[in-house]
């Protein structure tokens, strides 16, 4: 059996998927493909992921379980991990790098903000540095939600990097949307597009440093970062 192969049994409303030998980011985009096609064809309210032959397992792989989990949760099921190895359980435990894909809907944006929280929980931040990365997360995903697709349909991907060294934390956000035409314009603090003036962009403020990468007509990344205990 090749190292890539996945399989899967299902039992009544579980879905049991046996990880291949080597997981990474080309076989999970069929994991996520396959799992989608059982899920809409089968009244599944439980996943059980089984890592009993996985040796390797890049970022993708965390980021097919929290997705996965995002889903689930979303109608009441559950997803859990069986049978993982020691250093496959570190890997969940220790990644410092993770990789997430969301749809642009506004209520993805809570999501986002509890993987942020988790995933920087690993560099002990004091309540007050969580919620600051919390915020930030918020305004940039919302951002890409509302002005980014103008609430239309499109996929935004967050990446987060845990520096242990010089305790940090680095954040990513990209669409491929409408992007901005003037980046130094909708930096300033009070600034926003918004009519409804609910919004005012102050969220970013509470990094430590941010860019912003645009180009009009082809998308954006906002590049945050937050130093832990300074």
Known sequence: MDAGTITYEAYEDTLIIHMPKELDHHNCRKLKTDTDLMLEENCVRRIIFDFEKTEFMDSSGI?????????????????????????????????????????????????????????????????????????AVSEAVTNEVIHGYREKCGTVVMELTADRTERSLTVEVTDQGTGIEDIKKAMEPMYTTDRSGERSGMGFAFMDEITVESEAGCGTKVTMKKYIGR
């Open 63 to 135: 980021g097919v379980l929290l997705n996965r989990y995002k889903e689930m949760k979303a109608s009441r099921g559950s997803v859990c991990y069986c049978r993982a190895s020691r250093r496959v359980r570190r890997l969940m435990e220790l990644s410092e790098h993770i990789r997430l894909e969301i749809e642009s809907r506004s209520s993805n944006e809570e999501f986002a903000r509890v993987v942020a929280a988790v995933f920087m929980s690993r560099l002990d931040p004091t309540l007050e540095e969580m919620d600051d990365v919390k915020t």
